[in-house]
């Protein structure tokens, strides 16, 4: 027992222990909150197809790690472990279903180039690291992101599923590990864990936009999450998603809108159901963008009226609070961003940003200066190409004076899997319908080939092509591989993928800027779009149909063999073993001769009794029996027959 | 050209892709050297500025909004912008309605590719061209200097592609049948050398045109067998046989109705002979060269054509009908199971399998080894036997060792025989080049010059029967090759083998010299003598050809023209079939009529010798 005055002391010193720990931990917080970010953007674009894109963008900092400790207010301690652990300096994961529509969509703005993905998940990332420990690194990073993300992207883990590439890619000194799942499924299970990052998950904010099922019901879908470290900045995790979507204005209409080419008329609620109540309160700011692409631009400025939220072509449901003009380098305007301060808008007054068109409006998209597409030739499960053809879209022309030696840039990255056996010698350039040799063409060339069951191989080609060109074909052959019988994948047998390949056209640069007077104004979403945006394009997946051996055959081949080897060594064995003659001899001896088996019997009586004449001599007080034992068999089968009859009918 | 324009319009309006493609209709000639490839390789050359005599297939794709484009579903309607016939309308039309349809679907995962195919070459032409220029386009010289006149057409003539083929339909309407009470669908799968499609397709096909679209489906048949009496005979006998045995047990479910055995075996029968002459059925034919399963359907309504009421209804179940197999193979996560391509059709729903159409060929065939053993060994026997009774001493091991390798002789002979069939073969290639050729005339030069390089040949090597083989070792010989070639031959296209084997084995098995002392009486003798003779007559091609046209048509005029125009047929569509009856079953007869003149001189001659 203690004496109460003792106590009353100890419990003071923890009362006073208590407070000043609460102090600290108030400051820290205090300290984190200054330095702990989050914003949250959308940005609505109406799209020539009478779609509409919608792309979220969410930013969280966090300090460098040293500032804060182990404790965040905001940032997700999932995200800072996994930098610290890994060392990882850039990260990028995109989750995608639905493949970009270059021509439709825009083949040259920031939203192309950054944010449209391949199908599937594509993982890369830049370890600060020395390069000996980078590729186990990689595979316990694979590991940990697939049990972040429920997905299985720890199939990247095997050294035949990634590749190291140099300057086809980006940049790098060897840090870096590219890795692609062309046919991983993306659904709300991958969805949910990245909303999870968020502050506010989808409770509040922008995110409370993201209605499952108008989601995903969306022709293209891209997911991604971005993370960027470095010791001055600390973390920056930029999480985005794209989504393409029809408005569901009217139903009953849309059927029928095929048939004129009038755009259709949304608001927020009509893509995702929802309409904005309020930001996330945590978020420094929240804003929605809406932007108007060039084309419409160019029209608006054709029909003579200013391009505000309200001219003679289309009108902005809400009044803006602010507008953006994006200059290009020959100062003429191109688009302009609407912008929107959810900070205004709460429950009882929600924001439904929507644009309703006065005139049936036409436009295009800016597209990239050549449509990259790739294709398998050939048949049979021997031997085949890839060929990837250059397509002009006359962009150059507007861009580039024509003149004799000009030429374009592009860049190619390729990673094919082992089975598919490419000979880089065979590659043939097609220019116009010209054959053309290689050194013409092709200014700097990196080829990884592939090793069986170990490396992919990688190609990263710098083309060159001239600005006159029209069509450029580029092929190279290939041998179908065989697998090992655990090397097939456990699924239903589709046939295999070659992942995606990257085309991006260095002289091209589709960074967006757009001059502000207001020094306060800031916006990772803009930010992004400021970054050099050098015009990327990915090309379609590839299906190779490779032999497969129908394993159910192994199952018939064993099951047959062992009957016909049992038969075999049975009938053999018993051959082999017996003696008849000394057999007969005993069997006569113990006169048991006619306690034969009911078969041998039976077929002796088929033979007419004539099997063994000598037999029948010495033992005919036997045959009585055995014609006895005959009548009971038949007597038998006949009222079994019989009886089976009767029965039946 | 106003016809695939308006297509292209109506497709483009859908939000499809669009494009043109332009052939030049293929002139199928013989050529030994490219004899399986040369459907596939020189259609893409084409020279520049002729576009009067060129076809123009029109194709629009739809990209599946979700997919991934890996894989692509394509639709066939062949028409000819030429003279566009109403049923042709009417199936542009149905194609046009399941596209339109399937372009506002969500469900999709694979493109959808829709070819009208330009039929005024023929509807395999068309499909074969597109089908190269998708699998094997040619990139040099394939610069398009478009007339400046369609400069809207300039937009589309950049080749589009969808990723790899998972299925192809082919659909067209036909003409009207006025009997039956339901529109019926016919299906024809046979592809080029006996290739089926995946029985799978055809299931999902006849299924959904039975069950949810009361169509009636059809397969082809012969006809004549259906009404043939003799038949039915068998059908009834085999019914009443059944009818017993199920009596016995109720789950033998072996009694057929006789219509039902009687139809059965008329439609296969009419499916052995498609597969055993190795020429496709359809333009599907062209798919299955790139491994795609492909089936053509032929629909057959029972309304006059302009009747309109009649006509939607059609359009609606035979547009459910499409949407449900594309569905069906659009929802396929994977490939069609690799087993189900060997297999006889009986019925739409019913087949034989492999496993079961096996046993009687291997049957046939398997004894052929042990007979030619048998020859082998017997012939030396004797020779051996006669050997030792009439020569002793010395000279005894020296003669036994020549009597083990008088096979080679044999062999030698079989040798020429089979160079002979090679040049034969071959020599089309160049009574083909003569310019202005009937066919009869081609056909007499065809056979003056085999006859003449047979002698040529025995003048060089020396004939058999100077040689001194004995019949037995020709026939030995002779069996060994043909269970060598018959072998082969049920790789390559099962169903030829099994038809070649049911004439040719026979007739070699019963080949014995005319002269020779069999020690048999009179009557098995003649019997003999007949079936071996007319055996021979039946085994020779030009013969055989004659009595099959015979008894299909009903007409016996020797024509030796039709003989060269159907060989021409079967080497145009490069069918195997072509080379089993020159290289397995001319050289067989051959030496069937070589053992049956056989001069059996052979042990006197040696007897005389010694």
Redesign the interface.
Known sequence: MMPPSTARRLCFLSLLLLLLLLAAAASATADAAAAEEFTEELLLRPLP?RKALAHFHFRSSAPPASAAGRHHHLFPKAISQLVQKFHISELELSFT???W?YEQWGGYDPMSTNNAKP??VELWAIFDLPLAEIDATWKNLTHTLSGLFCASINFLESSTAFSAPRWGFKLNEGNLRYGAL?REAVCTENLTPWLKLLPCRDKAGIASLLYRPSVY???Y?SQKLKLKSSQSLGIILDQTLTVVLQPNTVSGKQ?HS??GQLQPSWSMEHLFSKKLSGKCLVSKSSRVFVEIEKGIVDNVDKAGSDVSSNNDLFVLSTAPDRSLKELDNLEVQSSSLYEYDVNNYNSDKPLNVGITWKLPLIWSCTRAPYHA?R???????ERGSI?MSF?STGLDKQLVDSSNDCSIKAVVFQVVPWYVKVYYHSL?V?I????KAISEVVDKIHVTPSEDKLLPGTMEMLLKFPCSM??A?L?LDFDKGFLHIDEYPP?????F?IPSALVSFPEFNSSRSYPEADPLFVSPLLENFKEDGVVKSYT??????LT?P?F?MPYNVITFTCTVLALYFGSLLNALRRRIGEEERGLKKAGILNKRGLIPLLIAKLRGQKVDPSESESTSPASLPRSKLLLKVVFVAVVA?VF??LS?? | MEMSKFIVQQMKDLGAEVCYHEFLPHSKHFHPLKFFTSMTNDLAVRPNGTYSNSGTNTIGIIRAPRGDGKEAIVLVTPYNPQRVQANEVLSLALGFSVFSLLSRAAWLSKDIVWLSADSQFGEYTAVSAWLNQYHNPMFVGGVKHEPDGIAEKAEFTDFKRAGTMAAALIFKVGETRNYGDRDSVTMYAEASNGQMPNLDLLNVVHYLAVHRQGFRVNIETISSLLSSAWLRAIAEVIHTLGSILRKINPDWKLDITASDYVEGTANLASSIYNQALGVPTGSHGAFRDYQVDAVSLEFSPTFYIRNENAKSSFLVRGGRLLEGVVRSVNNLLEKFHQSFFLYFLTAPSKFISVGVYMIPFALLVVPLPIVAAALADGGRKKGKSIDASKTKGSADNLQTEGGSWEWLQAARVLLVIQLWAVIVSLLPYYISQIPDGTPIQSSVIWVVLAILTLIVLYAMFGSPYSAGVEWKLLKATMITSISIGLGLMSIINFATAQLGALIVIPMCLFSRPLKAQLGLSFLPRTVLCASNILLAVFGFPPAALLIMKGLSKGSWTVDLGDFWASMEFLWEWSSATYLYLFLVHLPCWLLCIHVLLHPCRQVGSKVKRE
């Open positions: 197809d279903q639905g493949r529509n199908p599937g062309p019901k969306g022709y879908h059927l095929t048939g597409s294709f398998l030739m050939g048949s049979g499960n060929a397509l043939e097609f116009d319908g010209n054959s029209q069509l074909t092929t699924d239903a047998n589709q046939g993928d379609e997946v590839l299906l190779v149909p497969t129908d159910s027959i089976h009859y039946n009918s």
